[in-house]
């Protein structure tokens, strides 16, 4: 803004002309955004400089140029510099009597501006030349920007009038046009009440002075009222239509936030089963580790087993050399009875104190044999319970199963009742909406097309919501197959804990025959205890290494147990959390639901109110038609009076512009 009198200063000395002073004046104390040149009589050289300064000018949105008396030339100059201004908004071009070339060059303005939003034209020429100002409406016809136009005083004919119809019936952003006090007359006022029908954005529209009948003004005059009750329905729509699109975004970024929520369980879920699959695999690769340890010692008992069939061999051989030894004794005995019966007797006793201690030795073995029997019987009980144990897990997996199956019935039960009661309170919605449209008047057809198309616009929004709750459910679906998935994996490792199990009681089946040969070893023992004594001893060293050995595989058996029995545990936590989930994810929904039952509500009570709004608008109708037609007598009055004065301030304007000094004319009585 500091640089406009400089800039304007150079482009007059590059004219070869001198910047005026007042136009000086005025840039300097021009404020932010507004130029007033008002009744300043700007030369041809100014105005070429001010069309120049204007083309490139980014901070001007106001120009007031009423009165100064502008030339074609003039005008044209300043005009073609305002066609490449981005930002003007408001212009006003009072009294400077536009001609042909004015109005050609307010056309190319109207065709090649994109921000100009309001044109005074008041005191102007444009209708006397029909063809230029045709190509002016012809402008205004494709102009999608202005807002208000201001063509008070310009001679206006009914052809004229006639050219802004056809301009008015395509243009779709102008809200405001005044042309009193022009000669419009009848056939021009009916051009513009056949124009207005098709035009749903002009609501003022000025009539005044131009020899209008009332009925056409009427007929102005409730086409403005329809297109003033069409514009404010229309922004309670967008109002409405706004709100309702907030909502809808809300509850978008919720269910997104649920979305991303499920997606952080699922993967949590993946690692806690990849977690248990690693653990899983660490265990049964240490189960995989004492199931050969296992097989080792089976392997070295069975190799002490056939040591002690080999030692059992080689007592026999030594008791048939024994026989053979006790033959020739007794014939020696035979022949020399009487020299060793003293020495026989003494063996004799030696030989029942040595059967004495043999039957206890047996005894003891005896004794050792029932307490391995009665372990091994605790044994076998102990499997038989943990047998119990996994038969009611598996009881326990196909419960909760089956519970999960009954309440996701129940949900999707639940879900196609409300979806029912939401399809049944739309049809009653369409009725009633039916049996209002029927009662409704004809002029008010075209509201309830625009309120029909906004009841499409909510049925689709209500489309849209029902959609997303299919979403919803098929991702409740997606995670139930997921959770029955999951299932069926633990019911796996419980098979293969099951086969686990099995090769334990087989290994266990293994250890009982091996106790009932060594019972059969015992058996065969008690034949030659005599001559097995030292041997004996040895083999209850062997049976308490064995007993050691079998404490420590019960040991290892409870140890397992107690690791199963925190697996099984474990799975019945994850499943209870599961549930838990689901059971989150249900209530969800129902929250989803809630809100959609509301919006419905919201929507009933929407319906309502614009039905209140007709009827008071109906009744204000009424109400003015009364006050319109007690003011059609002072209007017919008052009419007779405003063409005189018309005349009188048509017949001053031209002796204004025709320079001739102004008469005293008196109006005709």
């Given at each position: ?165 056809l301009a008015l019936k395509s243009n779709t952003s102008l809200q405001q046009l005044d042309l009193r006090w022009n000669n419009i007359g009848l056939l021009g006022g009916r051009a513009l009440v056949s124009c207005l029908p098709s035009n749903r954005t002009l609501w003022k529209l000025e009539l005044a002075g131009n020899n209008v009948p009332s009925d056409v003004l009427r007929a102005v005059e409730q086409a403005m009222d329809h297109n003033q009750d069409r514009q404010a329905a229309s922004r309670e729509s967008r109002a409405r239509t706004h709100v309702l699109s907030k ?423």
């Amino acid at each position: 803004m500091e640089d406009w009198p400089r800039s304007y200063s150079r482009l007059c000395r590059e004219s070869g002309a001198e910047p005026q002073e007042a136009v000086l004046q005025q840039l300097h104390a021009a404020p932010r955004g507004r130029l007033d040149l008002a009744t300043q009589s700007l030369t041809l050289d100014t105005c070429r400089a001010l069309g120049e300064l204007l083309q490139k000018e980014a901070q001007l949105t106001e120009l007031v140029l009423s009165d100064c008396m502008l030339s074609e030339e003039g005008a044209t100059l300043l005009l073609q510099g305002l066609c490449a201004n981005p930002v003007l908004r408001f212009l006003d071009l009072k009294g400077n009597n536009l001609q042909a070339a004015g109005a050609e060059a307010l056309g190319r303005l109207l065709r090649q501006s994109t921000s100009l939003q309001s044109l005074t034209l008041e005191w102007n020429n444009l209708g006397t030349w029909e063809d230029a100002f045709a190509a002016f409406c012809r402008a205004l016809a494709g102009n999608g920007v202005l807002r208000r136009l201001d063509l008070r005083n310009n001679q206006i004919s009914h052809q004229g009038a006639e050219e802004l119809a056809l301009a008015l019936k395509s243009n779709t952003s102008l809200q405001q046009l005044d042309l009193r006090w022009n000669n419009i007359g009848l056939l021009g006022g009916r051009a513009l009440v056949s124009c207005l029908p098709s035009n749903r954005t002009l609501w003022k529209l000025e009539l005044a002075g131009n020899n209008v009948p009332s009925d056409v003004l009427r007929a102005v005059e409730q086409a403005m009222d329809h297109n003033q009750d069409r514009q404010a329905a229309s922004r309670e729509s967008r109002a409405r239509t706004h709100v309702l699109s907030k909502e809808v975004r809300h509850l978008r970024e919720e269910k997104s936030k649920q979305f991303l929520d499920l997606m952080e369980t699922i993967d949590k879920q993946r690692e806690e089963m990849a977690r248990s699959s690693r653990t899983s695999a660490a265990r049964m690769g240490q189960l995989q580790e004492a199931l050969d340890e296992r097989h080792s010692i089976i392997s070295a008992l069975k190799a002490k087993l056939q040591m002690t069939e080999a030692a059992l061999a080689l007592s026999e051989q030594k008791a048939q050399d024994l026989g053979e030894l006790l033959v020739t004794a007794e014939q020696e005995q035979r022949n020399q009875a009487q020299r060793q019966a003293k020495e026989h007797r003494l063996a004799q006793q030696e030989a029942a104190e040595r059967e004495s201690k043999l039957l206890r030795d047996l005894s003891a073995a005896n004794e050792k044999s029932l307490l391995l029997r009665n372990q091994v019987d605790e044994l076998e009980r102990k499997v038989k319970s943990q047998q119990d144990q996994l038969f009611l897990t598996r009881q326990e997996l196909t419960n909760t199963s089956a519970e999960l199956k009954m309440r996701a019935l129940q949900a999707e039960e639940r879900l196609e009742l409300e979806k029912r009661r939401s399809r049944q309170s739309l049809e009653d919605a369409e009725q009633l909406r039916a049996k209002e449209v029927e009662h409704m008047t004809r002029h008010l057809e075209e509201s309830e097309r625009a309120m029909q198309d906004r009841v499409q616009r909510l049925e689709a929004a209500r489309l849209s919501l029902e959609e997303e709750l299919s979403r919803a459910k098929a991702l409740a679906l997606s995670e139930r197959s997921q959770a029955e998935e999951e299932l069926v994996k633990a019911k796996s490792q419980v098979r293969l804990e099951e086969q686990h199990l099995a090769h334990l009681e087989e290994k266990l089946r293994l250890l009982a025959q091996a106790r009932d040969e060594a019972q059969s070893t015992c058996l065969q023992q008690r034949q030659v205890v005599a001559e097995s004594q030292a041997r004996a001893s040895q083999l209850g060293l062997q049976l308490e290494g064995l007993r050691r050995r079998l404490e420590e595989l019960q040991q290892e058996l409870s140890g397992k147990d107690q690791e199963k029995v925190a697996e099984v545990t474990r799975v019945r936590v994850e499943l209870q959390e599961q549930l838990g989930r689901l059971q989150a994810e249900l209530t969800a929904q129902e929250a989803l639901k809630e809100k959609v039952a509301a919006l419905e509500r919201r929507l009933k009570v929407m319906a309502s109110d614009h039905r209140e709004a007709l009827l008071d608008r109906e009744s204000e109708h009424a109400s003015l038609r009364e006050k319109l037609r007690l003011k059609e007598a002072e209007i017919a009055r008052i009419r007779d009076e405003e063409a005189q004065r018309a005349s009188f301030l048509q017949n001053a304007v031209l002796a204004y512009v025709q320079g001739s000094p102004l008469r005293t004319l008196s109006p005709p009585k």
